[in-house]
Structure formats: C-alpha cells, structure tokens
C-alpha cells in the first residue's frame, strides 16, 4: 500500500516555531513534486509550498520569510519548517504527492491524513 504518513502537528503560541514532516512508504519507483496544503476551519484548502525532485520551492505569499519546505529524496520524506507562526496559520496541515508506483509507468497523486496545528496563547 502506497501512502503518506504525517507527523509534528500542536499547539504553539504565536511566535513560536513547528517542523511538520510527511514520509512516504509502500512500492513507489519515484516521486515528482511534493507539498504542503492546509485547510482552516470554514475555508478551502490552500496551497502553502512545493518543491520540485529537484529541490526548486514555490511558496504562498502568506509564508513566505517565515516557512521552508525541503525533501529527502532518498529516505521519501518532505518537511515543513514553520517559524514566527501566526494564529492566522492555525489549519489542518496535509502533505501531497506526486508518485510513479513501483512496476508501473502510473502516477498516483497521494494525500496524507493531515495534521492539526494551531497557533493560539
């Protein structure tokens, strides 16, 4: 079974800082583009950052300065460093993939289960 498994959500007061981090385990031959969404309470799921196989990031406006996404090719993890967090970034935290399964040419877009963070005094 092909899946993402999501770790390092909680509560941390505004300012603070979280690393959330997402692994991908199962029969996979390789992985394209990897990121983190988030969806806050009565709002859509947005976008927060990307990064390429090759390590080229993209990032919200919103984040930007304050969150850095970075991957681990070889051990299929991606993380999501969070500092001078706002209560603005208070969501369920999702990691996404673009995988090839192992055997096949088929790509298969994974979504982890999600991760509450919430930043709050």
């Known amino acids: 079974q092909v899946q993402l498994v999501e770790s390092g959500g909680g509560l941390v007061q505004p300012g603070g800082s979280l690393r959330l981090s997402c692994a991908a385990s199962?029969?996979?031959?390789?992985?394209?583009?990897m990121g983190w969404y988030r969806q806050a309470p009565g709002k859509q799921r947005e976008l927060v950052a990307t990064?390429?196989?090759?390590?080229?990031?993209n990032y919200v406006d919103s984040v930007k300065g304050r969150f850095t996404i970075s991957r681990d090719n070889a051990k299929m993890t991606v993380h999501l460093q969070m500092n001078s967090l706002k209560p603005e970034d208070t969501a369920v935290y999702y990691c996404?993939?673009?995988?090839?399964?192992?055997?096949?040419?088929?790509?298969?877009?994974?979504w982890g289960q999600g991760t509450l963070v919430t930043v709050s005094s």
């Open positions: 199962g029969s996979i031959f390789s992985i394209n583009a």
């Open positions: 990064i390429t196989s090759g390590g080229s990031t």
């Open positions: 996404n993939a673009d995988v090839v399964v192992g055997g096949t040419n088929r790509h298969l877009g994974l």
